[in-house]
């Protein structure tokens, strides 16, 4: 089993790994809006 800190832990880094994919498919979309 995972200790609190260590749950903590994924959980930041799985929200990190989300809001960095949401952000690069942010960019390819105004990407793909300049483009066109």
Known sequence: M???PQ???VLLIAMAI???VAW???A???A???AS
């Open 7 to 9: 749950k903590l832990a």
């Open 32 to 34: 793909g809006k300049l």
């Open 18 to 20: 989300a809001f960095s």
């Open 24 to 26: 690069q498919v942010q």
């Open 2 to 4: 995972l200790t609190t």
């Open 28 to 30: 390819w979309r105004y």
